[in-house]
């Protein structure tokens, strides 16, 4: 973990400062973001406790890399890794498609394990009147699963505080025909799940930003979930050059 650990650091630092040094017209951007939250929820399943989140993205016009990580603070709860890239086309003012693809990678998985995982979707994303409407379709070539999710948020703006309230609700459904392809065993999975965030950010300068967030998630028949409840919050800071 804590090489891990230094890997994402170096990467945060290094890519902030080649950031720095470009001029305000280069045609790219970079934004990266440190985050602590009190549980890792993923599509309605609690993944971790107590986590530190870095991350990295790139963009380039209308394409962009990504990577994430979620690195426990708990002993005996697993790293992982997520490497994205993705596109978004614009067909209207309102309307963007996107595709991507996501490498889900679990260094620290043993004894049957997932691995790793590779998904890639297509969505469509429309903003109208400050509320904006989201859905996509993932496929997970290792799990063989299908994953269907839509959203809807919109924010509340504080003007006189220099913040806003915004809100997203989702709700999605996941199956798998081999949810644990590393176990030796042919599992199926099916499973609902639904949530709603709820983040204050703060505009700490012209390129760094403070947010705080809550969070409930829920999700009905996942089998190896006992406790379905699940309620957290973060904190992150996040830069952009």
């Known amino acids: ?99 991507v693809s996501t490498y889900y990678w679990y260094p620290e998985a043993r004894g049957g394990s997932t691995k790793d995982a590779f998904e890639m979707g297509v969505g469509a994303i429309y903003d109208i009147a400050g509320v904006t409407s989201r859905i996509a379709y993932n496929y997970d070539f290792i799990r063989e699963a299908s994953i269907l999710e839509g959203s809807i948020g919109s924010s509340v ?25 590393d176990s030796g065993l042919t599992v199926r999975e099916s499973y609902n799940y639904y949530g709603v965030d709820l983040r204050v950010p703060y505009q700490l300068s012209q390129n760094a930003k403070l947010s705080v967030g809550g969070h409930w998630a829920n999700n009905e028949n996942y089998v190896p979930g006992a406790s379905r409840n699940r309620f957290w919050f973060d904190v992150g800071l996040s830069a952009g050059f």
């Open 1 to 99: 973990m804590k090489k891990i650990a230094s890997l994402l650091a170096a990467l945060l630092a290094g890519a902030s400062l080649h950031a720095q040094m470009e001029t305000p017209k280069s045609s790219y951007s970079v934004t990266t973001d440190f985050t602590y939250t009190s549980k890792y929820v993923f599509r309605g399943v609690q993944r971790a406790r107590d986590s530190f989140q870095p991350s990295v993205d790139v963009s380039v016009g209308d394409f962009y890399v990504n990577l994430w990580t979620n690195q426990p603070i708990i002993r005996h709860e697993d790293d992982e890794i997520d490497l994205s890239a993705g596109y978004k086309y614009k067909i209207t003012n309102a309307l963007k498609l996107e595709a």
């Open 157 to 181: 703006p504080f003007p006189a505080i220099g913040t806003s309230l915004d809100v997203t609700v989702y709700a999605g459904t996941f199956k798998a025909d081999d949810a644990f392809p």
